[in-house]
């Protein structure tokens, strides 16, 4: 449907204004002659700012509701929730001794992920335009079990 390749083609401008957030460091990095760069980190708030905007919080939202049966949906939440806090506090420290050997490297690693998520969210984002939660739900899942009082 035609909304669902407008939403994938606002994810995939999010995911590359997050990209070239993170690369602009690559390639104009923090360490300057004055040691700071105000222009290329003005740019990467304005770029990551706009492309988390888009192509962030508000795709997962959508998407955790299509795509998870009613009744897990919040513990599927919390679990993806949970597993993204615990790999960006696994993360946290080793940034410290990424950044030691420059912060062009940090941000290498940065764009890789960003890449990575954005090609993962563009190929497998759900088609679900113009159908109802109980529609996407039986589906994916089948007829809903009759519950018992």
């Avoid at 997050?18 to 980190?41: D, K, M, W």
């Avoid at 795709?59 to 795509?67: D, G, I, R």
């Avoid at 030691?100 to 998520?117: P, R």
Wanted: contains cysteine; aromatic residues 14%.
């Amino acid at each position: 449907m035609e909304s669902d390749r407008v939403r994938r083609l606002i994810w995939g401008v999010g995911a590359v204004c997050q990209i070239f957030a993170f690369l602009i460091f690559v390639f104009y990095p923090l360490e300057g002659s004055q040691g700071f760069n105000i222009v290329a980190s003005i740019a990467n708030i304005i770029l990551f700012g706009i492309g988390a905007a888009i192509a962030g919080e508000p795709h997962y939202k959508v998407w955790s509701q299509e795509v998870f049966p009613t009744m897990l949906r919040t513990t599927a939440q919390g679990i993806t929730f949970a597993v993204a806090r615990f790999c960006l506090g696994i993360w946290s420290f080793f940034v410290p001794i990424i950044a030691a050997t420059g912060f062009a490297n940090v941000a290498l690693i940065l764009v890789i992920f960003l890449s990575i998520s954005g090609v993962v969210g563009f190929v497998f984002m759900p088609n679900t335009a113009g159908r109802s939660l109980e529609e996407l739900e039986t589906e994916n899942y089948g007829e809903p079990r009759a519950t018992t009082a």
